[in-house]
């Protein structure tokens, strides 16, 4: 084998060591494993990878990297999941943000994207949520469902103008999509009213910090489901994004049956043949289907270029 080519297999086969060392999960002490996967002494390992220096041995210089890997990524779903940590209380939530990179590591360069599984983490290990588990999932879809409108790409919009200029067409030939940034959720309980009260603490607490020479520590928050009487209550909501802010718009079911077809392929005609089967459309207008497209329109949820939406 060429000198060049030996080098270079060497080089990756040491990269593939020290990446495996860092992403390793830590131990309940917060702490690198003193095992490697083999069974072997990590020390070993350590010394095989890195040289020690006149103050750390190689295992403890290779820690300092493996126990920043990890604070770093639970910092990053702490900063993207405020909602869920409220649910569940802070302690439980690192537990489970512990238990869910263990099982689900990081898979993407975007750290946007290292929660995209965590709803599904949370009702396939209901113990870690226990008994909020419902309203942690949705939470956390919510909260999935904003990182989403703030980093997804939009599509040129249907206007008004571009609304009558389909009047002419058949409905069953008219397919409208949903900007690739809008998310439609159903919920159980008002969690968009709940994670805007989250928000408005952590900014009160950011600048009551900022003004403070020392902050004392004080004990794990408890779960503001614990502390709250949060009333079931059915919302369909829309989480979108305009002029760079995201937003959360409360729908009625009706409106919310409608722009689902749409997120799902319908045609115009089958979208709004939806609305039959709903008591709660029963009282509906021509004019009132009408007004809700010209408001999508005015907000820009609409698009003459649809597109298959995943669901969460």
Known sequence: ????????????????????AIMRPLTPADKMQPRWVDNRSTAEVADSIIKP?????????????????????????????????????????????????????????????????????????????HPHTEMAAQMAMLERAQIEAFDAFALPSLDAGGLSRL?????????????PHITLLELSWPLDRLVIRVLRQQDSMRAQASNA????????????????????????LVVHRADNTIYFKRLTLPQFRVLQAFRDGANLADACAVLQDLEEAADLTPGDIQMWF??????????????KKRKM
């Not at 060049?4 to 020290?18: E, H």
């Not at 020479?213 to 209550?233: C, F, Q, T, V």
């Open 213 to 236: 020479m020392e902050i004392p520590s004080g004990p794990a928050r408890r779960s503001i489901a614990n502390k709250i009487a949060l009333s079931p209550e059915a919302v369909q």
């Open 294 to 307: 010209q408001n999508w329109a005015s907000m820009g949820f609409l698009t003459d270029q649809p597109v």
């Open 167 to 179: 009047g002419a067409t058949p409905p069953d030939r008219i397919f409208l999509g949903l900007q």
């Open 53 to 129: 220096n006149d103050r750390l041995t190689s295992f403890e210089r290779l820690e300092i990297y493996n126990r920043q890997y990890w604070f770093r990524l639970l910092d990053c779903l702490l900063d993207d999941h405020p909602g869920l940590c409220a649910v569940v209380g802070t302690t439980r939530f690192y537990r489970l943000a512990g238990a869910y990179l263990t099982e689900c590591p990081s898979r993407s360069a975007e750290l946007s994207a290292l929660g995209d599984r965590l709803p599904r983490f949370i009702r396939e290990n209901p113990k870690l949520t």
């Open 1 to 20: 084998m060429p000198r060049a080519r030996l080098a270079g297999s060497r080089l990756a086969k040491l990269q593939r060591v020290v990446a495996q």
